[in-house]
């Protein structure tokens, strides 16, 4: 059985390129084992209609698959649904989008779809039971940012999609409990470069192996004014006088906008680094945005400490 974390597959390159290579990769590698997907397997529910044409293709290949829903699968857009729903009619993918039980190779296991209201979500807190292998797309208290994380009560091995960023090693509390975070199988977001990129086998005695992904996309950090010739990589630029400049000098290649950074003069940046949106910098906005939803103040507090 072979798991992989949230693929975010997208049109934008070079990280379509890249995220294609990978699923032909693990097609040529396990086509004949059954595959997990631990749900955003694509990072909005509309694209374009030739991705989703392509992972089909891929996907119908394996022996079996199965589909966890996640957030990035259901949320941007209400009105175009479950993204994953025109998987199901092939005969050998399943799209999981409520609680399931699954006997999969012999071991008893359960499935954690993300849920678009959160009290659904919480329900999951009142649910118990043993098994071998429990699948989600949620974020445990264990790694949970503020208040979001979720309360599981299920003995067994959990393997978690959703936390893009795995601790150092899997954790395990005292209830009869083991959790494992994957992580991506390729960068999607600012920081996931910093980490080994892999995906989870599991051998016939139950027992979970990394296996690392082959490097398809390579993101380089480089100062503003040196020479860079592959088009295929991502650059962050830093010290840089401005994101104009950035753009203007590296016209053609891949620029990542949150990784530019600006040169600093006696200890002061040379440009803010405030994006503004009307008349509000990026802190002003999010104060305006926090007074009319119902975030919590744990998340609040900790955006307000990046934006100071």
């Known amino acids: ?37 631990l749900g955003d397997l694509f990072d909005v529910n509309y694209i374009h209609s030739d991705l989703v044409y392509y992972t089909m293709d891929v996907l119908k290949h394996f022996k079996k698959v199965y589909l966890l829903t996640g957030n990035h699968d259901v949320l941007r857009y209400k009105r175009f649904g479950n993204i994953l729903m025109p998987f199901e009619h092939f005969s050998n993918i399943t799209v999981i989008t409520d609680v399931e039980e699954i006997e999969i190779e012999g071991m008893r296991c359960l499935f954690l779809p993300y849920k678009n209201d959160h009290k659904k979500m919480k329900e999951y807190e009142n649910l118990k039971g043993a ?11 264990e790694v949970a940012f503020g208040d979001e994380g979720i309360q599981l009560n299920f003995e067994g091995e959990y393997i978690h999609g959703h936390t893009h960023i795995y601790p150092q090693k899997s954790f395990i509390d005292t209830n009869n409990q083991k959790h494992f975070i994957i992580g991506v199988p390729l960068p999607t977001r600012n920081g996931e470069e910093k980490q080994e990129h892999k995906i989870f086998k599991i051998e016939l005695n139950k027992k979970i192996e990394e296996i690392k992904v082959p490097e398809f996309m390579t993101i ?20 840089a006088p401005d994101k104009k400049s950035v753009y203007e000098k590296y016209e053609g290649f891949y620029i990542r906008d949150e990784g530019i950074k600006f040169i600093d003069i ?3 940046e040379s440009e803010k680094q405030r994006i503004k949106i009307g ?24 955006c307000l400490e990046y934006l100071d």
């Open 1 to 37: 059985m072979i798991i992989v974390g949230d693929l975010h597959l997208v049109n934008k390159e070079p990280y379509r390129k890249s995220k294609i290579e990978l699923l032909d990769w693990l097609l040529n590698n396990y086509k004949d084992e059954t595959i997990i997907f």
């Open 131 to 141: 098994y071998s292998k429990i699948f989600t797309h949620i974020t445990p208290v």
């Open 220 to 239: 380089q950090t480089i100062k503003f004014g040196e020479e860079i010739t592959n088009k295929n990589d991502i650059y962050n630029i830093i010290d």
């Open 266 to 268: 006696n200890g002061e």
């Open 279 to 302: 008349s509000l910098d990026m802190k002003s906005n999010f104060i305006e945005f926090a007074k009319t939803t119902d975030l919590a103040k744990a998340v609040q507090t900790k």
